[in-house]
């Protein structure tokens, strides 16, 4: 059974760090690309970061460039999100992703669109607060 399981929310100051944690069972995350995800209330999920499991290649929502770093170590089976200088608007659901079928070659072009991803874990939430 595929699960995909995050941990490492919680609230910060404005310009803080956190770390997100995803913990994959059920299949070999080394063998996917892996995606974080971010949703506020009453908006869509948008794409934050993803990286590929065919050569060292990350992308970067444009929102998040700079400030956010995705990485994943495979023995583990784990990825995670490193988060830093985060702002206000940053807070949402957190969620890690990935697709049997359309991430299994790298990050696609579209990596962004939440509906090319199959499995989920149920989210994390982030707050920023002062």
């Known amino acids: 059974q595929v699960q995909l399981v995050e941990s490492g929310g919680g609230s910060v100051q404005p310009g803080g760090s956190l770390r997100l944690v995803c913990v994959a069972s059920?299949?070999?995350?080394?063998?996917?690309?892996m995606a974080w995800f971010r949703q506020a209330p009453g908006k869509d999920r948008e794409g934050v970061a993803c990286?590929?499991?065919?050569?060292?290649?990350?992308y970067y929502g444009d929102s998040v460039k700079g400030r956010f770093t995705v990485s994943r170590d495979n023995a583990k089976n784990t990825v995670y999100l490193q988060m830093n200088n985060l702002k206000p608007e940053d807070p949402d659901v957190y969620y890690c992703?990935?697709?049997?079928?359309?991430?299994?070659?790298?990050?696609?072009?579209?990596?962004?669109?939440?509906?090319?991803?199959?499995?989920w874990g149920q989210g994390t939430q982030v707050t920023v607060s002062s």
């Open positions: 990286i590929s499991n065919v050569d060292a290649n990350t």
């Open positions: 992703a990935t697709d049997p079928i359309l991430l299994i070659n790298g990050c696609r072009p579209s990596w962004q669109n939440p509906r090319e991803a199959e499995a």
């Open positions: 059920g299949f070999k995350l080394g063998e996917f690309a």
